[in-house]
């Protein structure tokens, strides 16, 4: 097994087997991206714990982990931790293209109280992907505008049904593969582009996802943005890869910024093997089971086996309650594995009010408490445990948790569910309607938007 590494940015903790010169230019690139693209997105970052980057030396590793090439890097959100993926293209002109796309997935869905469009985050990756930096000056947004103007013309047909599709939350099927180029061609459009009247259309972006955040549909805003009608939207789409010279921005970097990257050191083959199969349990089930079974032999106690192979049961003799239980008798201020088993006590006792889920709740309770007190910046815990309460008739104590879990993923469409039922128990119905509305807008399942509705009225 290679060496892997690991280095923390004020950002990021970022992890590779590639070798240690190359993990620090990489983390150097990243954070000059990070640096201009916060300025191009709205809001504000909310209070968060470090993003996890996963950092693959080539493609062929990457899709030898994963094993599978329908997709070479991903970013998967979550309660937890943000967690990043990627396989660098070496053997290309832009190696990085890959790490710059995955980690402005990053940056839009941190935001602060936005929803941000599928369309939009797409495009926007695939723009920022054009990011190089060379010295003092990066350039941005150079693209073929043959090849922009192909991608137009080829979607036109259905543009109005990308713009407004759905699913518009759907972070782990966020295959947008057949209309990334046409969503680069209207982000690129609304940042380098000017309206009828020749004003940058950059300085209306802000307004436009606000709009769109507040329920605007973007194949009518658009347009009247831009001064066109909506049949003339993308013959301005065009006219715009015609006549906009040049396509990039050039920007100036400040080298003299103290760096904030920290050496690097090198992980224990145990720890990798953790490390891995943490990101492959969901992802690719089989290859994680390997590293578990290779780490094993070198501890074959260490709880975290054990929390790992609780989301393993089509593949294990034992329950998940069995193997989080172990990993409580092995470590009992196991972190992961207390929100686990205050997870597994509570989710079949959502909406049930019985003697047994009651008392099962009040013993979830007891394992959130315990993952709080060991990392009090765990969501996954404090979410866990408002619902817990609100569920026990504590509308007043969970709304507190919940409005936490709120304050570092205000984006996330139950906790929005979770917070405006809390508030509407209260008697707060203004700002019920307001969190309830964000959950109708943003989920992805019909049951539980369903269930918002039913809430709202």
Not at 1 to 20: D, G, H, I, Q, V
Not at 52 to 80: C, H, L, T
């Amino acid at each position: 097994m290679p060496e892997w590494c690991e280095l923390r940015t004020a950002e990021f903790e970022m992890y590779s087997a590639m070798p240690k010169r190359q993990m620090v230019s990489l983390a150097s690139s990243l954070q000059a991206l990070h640096s201009i693209a916060v300025d191009l997105v709205p809001g504000e970052f909310p209070k968060r714990s470090r993003l996890k980057i996963v950092a693959f030396e080539d493609i062929d590793s990457f899709v030898a982990e994963f094993q599978s090439d329908a997709f070479i890097g991903f970013m998967q959100p979550s309660m937890r931790q943000h967690v990043l993926a990627f396989g660098l293209a070496v053997h290309t002109t832009h190696p990085n293209q890959v790490a710059y796309h995955e980690y402005t997935h990053y940056i839009s869905r941190s935001r602060y109280d936005y929803f941000i469009p599928m369309w939009y985050e797409e495009g926007f990756a695939q723009y920022l992907g054009t990011f190089k930096v060379a010295s003092d000056r990066a350039t941005i947004g150079e693209v073929p505008h043959r090849r922009m103007i192909r991608a137009i013309r080829r979607n036109e047909p259905k543009w109005r049904t990308i713009l407004d599709g759905v699913p518009r939350l759907d972070w782990h099927e966020h295959d947008y593969a057949a209309h990334y180029e046409f969503a680069h061609a209207v982000t690129h459009f609304l940042h380098h582009g000017v309206d009828e009247s020749g004003n940058p259309m950059r300085e209306k972006v802000n307004a436009i996802l606000l709009d769109i955040s507040n329920g605007a549909r973007a194949s009518e805003l658009l347009p009247r943005t831009a001064g066109v009608e909506p049949e003339q939207f993308m013959r301005k789409l065009i006219d715009h890869f015609r006549k906009t010279r040049p396509l990039s921005y050039r920007i100036d970097i400040d080298t003299n910024a103290p760096s904030a990257i920290s050496e690097p050191s090198c992980m224990s083959e145990l720890d990798a093997r953790i490390l891995l199969a943490s990101i492959l349990v969901r992802n690719n089930p089989e290859r994680a089971l390997l590293h578990i079974d290779r780490g094993m032999k070198i501890d074959a106690n260490h709880p975290m086996f054990q929390v790992l192979w609780s989301y393993l049961p089509s593949y294990d003799s034992k329950t998940p309650y069995e193997r989080t239980l172990r990993a409580l008798e092995l470590d009992p201020s196991n972190v992961d594995a207390h929100v686990r088993m205050g997870d597994l006590l509570s989710y079949n006792c959502l909406d049930v009010l019985t003697e047994e889920c009651n008392n099962l709740r009040r013993i979830a309770t007891q394992h959130y408490r315990h993952a709080l007190n060991g990392d009090p910046l765990r969501v996954d815990a404090a979410f866990g445990l408002g619902v817990s309460l609100l569920r026990s008739a504590r509308a007043g104590d969970g709304l507190n948790y919940l409005k936490v879990a709120y304050e570092r993923l205000p984006w996330n469409a139950r906790i929005n569910l979770f917070l405006g039922d809390a508030y509407k128990q209260i008697g707060n119905n203004n700002r019920a309607s307001f969190h309830l509305n964000r959950a109708i807008m943003w989920e992805i399942e019909e049951a539980v938007r369903q269930q918002a509705i039913e809430m709202m009225n």
